[in-house]
Nanobody, 124 residues
Framework: QVQLAESGGGLVQAGGSLRLSCVASGRTFSSYVMGWFRQAPGMEREFVAAISGSGGITNYADSVKGRFTISRDNAKDTVYLQMNSLKPEDTAVYYC?????????????????WGQGAQVTVSS
């Protein structure tokens, strides 16, 4: 069984930055794709970013490209989401997820394990 635990959420003004972390336990972390998704109130969960097991392949939603950076430290079993130039529309609960496949997918259904979520609120 895999456990994922996010941290680093909070309240920030528009234009500010936050870094989310997600620590994994229970499996060989470096073998698997990790992804970040978000869900705003009344909206469906949407893809934000994903990274391959080695970190060599990344995938971003168009809405965050150039502002967010996904990275991982396999020695620490941790994936990060650096969020810069935040906008009010980035406000959501952010979830990290683990996928047993190779390619960093945008599809939530491909992911097998999910964290509990971290609230990010961006004020205007």
């Amino acid at each position: 069984q895999v456990q994922l635990a996010e941290s680093g959420g909070g309240l920030v003004q528009a234009g500010g930055s936050l870094r989310l972390s997600c620590v994994a336990s229970g499996r060989t972390f470096s073998s698997y794709v990790m992804g970040w998704f978000r869900q705003a109130p009344g909206m469906e969960r949407e893809f934000v970013a994903a990274i391959s097991g080695s970190g060599g392949i990344t995938n971003y939603a168009d809405s965050v490209k150039g502002r967010f950076t996904i990275s991982r430290d396999n020695a620490k079993d941790t994936v990060y989401l650096q969020m810069n130039s935040l906008k009010p529309e980035d406000t959501a609960v952010y979830y990290c997820a683990l996928d047993h496949n190779f390619w960093p997918s945008r599809t939530p259904g491909n992911y097998d394990y999910w964290g509990q979520g971290a609230q990010v609120t961006v004020s205007s």
